[in-house]
């Protein structure tokens, strides 16, 4: 009796079953801001327009998410000096529009391609678009090399690996670091070309700090290619050059000689703010994928916006892809390098 009991039920609840039309308002649009500044280098500004979560994206949509035209100025701490902005579309017109940075500093044939910004200061940028106006405060904090990085192949496609580094956490609290990285050279298979990273990327575990049990301590950490999650199992049996690991050089049956990659590391020191921001972002993009995880908010430091607008930091490392060798060099790239 109670398992006809049981099947009843259950066929009950199914012939129950009605499909459920959520109407979820439109929050408007809001202007995004992605701003950076870091000693020895001009800011860069991107102006976006925020969109509903269930916007389609297409050619037109892309297009209109930009921002031209929009007033940036950038103040030091006491507000006493500042500097202007311009659209770098302005120079390079293949560029995207809403790009923003100091054509004057951008023009300097080295580095350091502007003397604005300092390590320790504190700035105030100031967005201004259609009656709007934006404000956001940052901070430079005081830059701390890594001791050493490596390359370590993947033990199952040799072809493949990650860069290994050490570092030494200062015996003060509130250090907050990101690794982030881009490929400047990359030998595609699929189009036997070179075709480097449009972007750095910010893997799984992109941002850390010493709240985390590593205050005034030394270790040993890794960072992968990252979007990995794109891939599946196919690619990896395959050796598909988009397998999220650093391609070594070897010998293809196919296509002859492959380079290695090389990269750009960025290694950084952000505020507390900063670090808010970009541990959000990289937590709700984990999360997404996630179905049973909560909703997550990002956190801004914009006054009448979203985004972040962050000092950093930053010291760059160039690497190559090749086993038993160690790099401790600092690099000092161009501009064109790191937009």
């Known amino acids: ?30 202007i ?17 327009w925020s969109d509903s979560y269930f916007a389609t994206i297409d050619s037109n949509s892309y297009n209109e998410m930009f921002i031209s035209g929009a007033e940036i100025t950038i103040y030091n701490q006491d507000k006493t000096s500042s500097i202007s902005l311009d659209e770098i579309s302005a120079l390079i017109p293949e560029l ?9 500093a951008i023009n300097q044939p080295n580095y350091p391609y502007s003397n604005f910004f300092s390590e320790g200061e504190k700035y105030h940028l100031k967005v201004i678009f259609q009656g709007d106006t934006l404000t956001a405060n940052t901070s430079i904090p005081n830059a701390t090399p890594l001791d050493s990085l490596w390359f370590v192949p993947d033990d199952r496609y040799p072809e493949y690996g990650d860069f290994y580094a050490y570092y030494d956490d200062p015996d003060t609290m ?40 590593l205050n005034g301590m030394g270790f040993e950490t890794f960072f ?71 909703p997550m908010n990002l956190k801004s430091n914009i006054n009448g916006g ?32 790191i937009l």
């Open 1 to 30: 009796m109670r398992k006809i009991l049981t099947i009843s039920l259950v066929f009950f609840f199914l012939s129950c079953e009605k499909e459920i039309q959520l109407d979820i308002p439109n929050a408007g649009k809001e």
């Open 32 to 48: 995004v801001v992605q701003a950076m500044i870091q000693e020895g280098y001009p800011p860069i500004v991107q102006l976006t």
């Open 96 to 104: 995207p529009p809403g790009l923003y940075t100091n054509l004057n």
């Open 174 to 213: 509130g250090n907050n670091v990101m690794f982030e990285h881009k490929r400047i050279a990359h030998f595609s298979l699929n189009e036997k070309k070179n075709v480097p990273d449009f972007m750095f990327i910010k893997a799984y575990g992109a941002v850390r700090n010493d709240f985390e049990g």
């Open 224 to 294: 992968e290619r990252g979007e990995g999650k794109n891939f599946g199992n196919d690619d990896i049996h395959f050796k598909d050059p988009n397998f999220a690991n650093f391609q070594m050089a070897y010998t293809n049956d196919t296509v002859g000689e492959v380079f290695a990659d090389i990269i750009l590391l960025r290694f950084s020191q952000l505020d507390k703010a900063s670090f808010e921001f970009w541990r959000s972002v990289i937590a709700q993009d984990v999360m997404n994928s996630n179905p049973f995880a909560e």
């Open 306 to 337: 979203l985004g972040v607008f962050e000092g950093k930091a930053a010291i760059y490392y160039k690497l190559i892809a090749k086993e038993d060798t160690t790099f401790t060099q600092r690099y000092y790239p161009n501009i064109w390098e």
